[in-house]
């Protein structure tokens, strides 16, 4: 078996810590390092990954490390990289230490990046065979996965401008009907109840639901469709949130309720479709049944999910025919069954991002999230209170906090998550540690907090250092023709110098961590995507990267719309002084 598909942990290092360390004392030489190797081992906790005895984080075969030597020896280099020093990781293997500058990354990630004409899954799948690559997803190889807490503000927030745009606000009395129980789809039930909506979710393996049963995300499980329905309908009318977990095949699933007339009022799906082998399960098999196929004849396993993907977008259709909100939640379903077996009407139901998400992203604004690399669930809640106090006005980051203190259990480091942007506002009296590069009114809403953050953890009242990253998705770090960038004003929806420029950017402006990938949750070939990682220790150079590193990151999403020719992100140029030059010219 090739070292990449190993199922078993042969890391002693791994065994022995089973998740990030805690605490005050470093393993490494400094914090920055120490990040890398927590947010590292914080990614492979049983807690927090799908299946960390075969590296894999999350999103189908998404991994944090290409093999468990290349896991020990990535371990090895972070304990001895000094201050000065940068890591280079190339598809979850370190390949090089170079002395570069305390300014510069400690690490810097590339992974699954294939050259155009060889960019495709085949390919992939030879390279990854040999041991020459992995697939990193988004945030599995980058270190920044953080649980199905990590997407569920991003499935909350999307549901919440569904609802403000099709509904009266919420999701009070509407049924949602989706698939996809894994560890981003395992936040869909929760962000459903939270807009006090109804959800009925199918997933094929039932040791998944039941996870999201135990960690609080959904909140009951059966085999038995008709009393789910029955539940569903029930609790719709009298306008109680409930969620239900269906142990079925997705495709089967949605079948049968077009046969039983039952129209939710929004369908979506988030199983791992991006890949038809090792993420989808075909119709009529159990998931031990579909996993031995898989292994003996993988181009029949890829047939038979191929034609079960096209029942499953089918339905979809139908249902949306029938008048329940469709949309495609960022897996590349749609795709698949357009380019495997050309249905070019797999289109007729829009991507989440051009429908809801994407006037957030003109201004910047993307899934800002930080850890507590203490461990400490008060240095969370201590974040908490900083940013409500930073942001009082903001009413819906406000209820946010609210609700994710009670009902999103912390998984691994404690963290948070929630969407920031660029958006220069009037910077109240705030205590903010370190020199700052820019002129204080200047600073954007990512970095004011980043800044308050810094200056808690300086004074002591945090008790360790925070990071702060973010995900893939975000305004201007990434280029995919069927989800972030699926129909852009000026077609320029597979152009991916934006989140090369991004990554190069946030480079040059100090982040402790930069990565860039191919894949991610759309699959090989049909996205290009980075992100960073800044650590606040306190210190003044925390505060100088935080103030630059918050600005060049959401200012390329503003840059990034506006030359697309978006009037919002060329108000929110005007207004937050962002410069774009040719802006008269395009
Ligand atoms: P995962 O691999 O952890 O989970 C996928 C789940 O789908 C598993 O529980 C699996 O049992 C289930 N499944 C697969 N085929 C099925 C079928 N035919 N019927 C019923 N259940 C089936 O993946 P994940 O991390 O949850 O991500 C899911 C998908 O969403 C991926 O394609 C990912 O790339 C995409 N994604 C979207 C976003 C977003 O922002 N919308 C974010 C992350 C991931």
Request: include cysteine.
């Amino acid at each position: 078996m090739p070292e990449n598909r190993q199922r078993d942990a042969t890391s002693e290092t791994w065994r022995a810590l089973q998740g990030a360390p805690t605490g005050t004392d470093l393993r490494t030489e400094g914090w920055r390092q120490e990040a890398a190797f927590r947010l590292l081992n914080n990614n492979l906790d049983p807690e927090v990954g799908e299946e960390p005895e075969s590296l894999v984080v999350y999103g189908g075969t998404g991994r944090a490390a290409r093999s468990w030597d290349a896991y020990d020896a990535i371990v090895e280099e972070l304990q001895s990289l000094g201050d000065e020093e940068t890591l280079l990781v190339q598809s979850g293997k370190p390949v090089g230490v170079f002395r570069t500058h305390e300014m510069a990354p400690r690490v810097l990630i590339a992974n699954s990046n294939l050259v155009g004409n060889w960019d495709n899954w085949e390919h992939f799948h030879e390279l990854e065979a040999e041991g020459l690559m992995m697939y990193g997803q988004m945030t599995a190889g980058s270190w920044a996965y953080i649980g199905t807490q990590g997407i569920i503000q991003g499935t909350y927030e999307t549901l919440a401008e569904l609802a403000s745009e099709r509904f009266d606000g919420d999701l009070r009395g509407r049924t949602v009907l989706t698939a996809g129980l894994g560890g981003m789809g395992g936040a869909q039930p929760l962000a459903v109840t939270m807009n006090k909506g109804v959800c009925l979710a199918a997933d094929i393996d039932r040791e998944r639901i039941q996870r999201r049963i135990d960690t609080g995300y959904c909140q009951e499980m059966t085999d038995d469709l008709d009393e789910a329905v029955m539940r569903t309908r029930k609790a719709a009318e009298s306008g109680e949130p409930y969620s239900v977990g269906v142990h079925a095949n997705a495709a089967d699933m949605y079948e049968a309720l077009v046969e039983r007339g039952f129209v939710p009022d929004v369908v979506t799906d988030q199983t791992s479709a991006h890949d038809a082998i090792e993420g989808y399960y075909p119709s009529g098999y159990t998931v031990e049944e579909a996993d031995a196929l898989r292994e003996r004849d993988p181009e029949r396993y890829r047939e038979e999910s191929l034609d079960t993907m096209v029942r499953h977008v089918d339905a979809i259709l139908e249902l949306q025919e029938r008048g329940a909100v469709a949309f495609e939640y960022g897996n590349n379903i749609r795709g698949q069954v357009e380019a495997e077996r050309d249905r070019e009407d797999a289109f007729d139901f829009p991507g989440f991002v051009p429908a809801y998400i994407r006037p957030m992203f003109c201004r910047g604004q993307g899934p800002f999230r930080w850890l507590a690399l203490s461990g400490e669930e008060s240095d969370i809640y201590r974040t908490d209170e900083a940013v409500t106090e930073l942001f009082p006005e903001k009413d819906r980051l406000v209820r946010w906090i609210e609700l994710a203190q009670e009902q999103v259990e912390f998984q691994g480091l404690p963290a948070r998550v929630c969407w920031l942007g660029y958006e220069t506002t009037p910077v109240p009296e705030t205590p903010l540690a370190g020199d700052l590069p820019v002129d204080r009114e200047e600073l954007t809403e990512r970095a004011l907090f980043a800044l308050r953050i810094n200056q808690l953890v300086e004074s002591g009242e945090i008790t360790a250092p925070i990071v702060v990253t973010r995900d893939h998705l975000d305004a201007g770090s990434v280029a995919s023709p069927n989800r972030e960038t699926e129909n852009m004003r000026d077609d320029s929806d597979a152009v991916a110098d934006w989140p090369i420029l991004n990554a190069l950017l946030n480079c040059a402006a100090g982040a402790d961590i930069v990565s860039v990938h191919d894949g991610g949750g759309v699959g090989i070939g049909n996205a290009v995507h980075s992100n960073n990682h800044v650590v606040l220790d306190g210190t003044d150079l925390a505060a100088e990267k935080a103030a630059r590193v918050f600005t060049t990151d959401p200012g390329t999403g503003v840059i990034r719309h506006a030359d697309a020719g978006y009037d919002v992100a060329l108000d929110e140029a005007d207004r937050s002084n962002v410069d774009v030059p040719m802006r008269d010219r395009r």
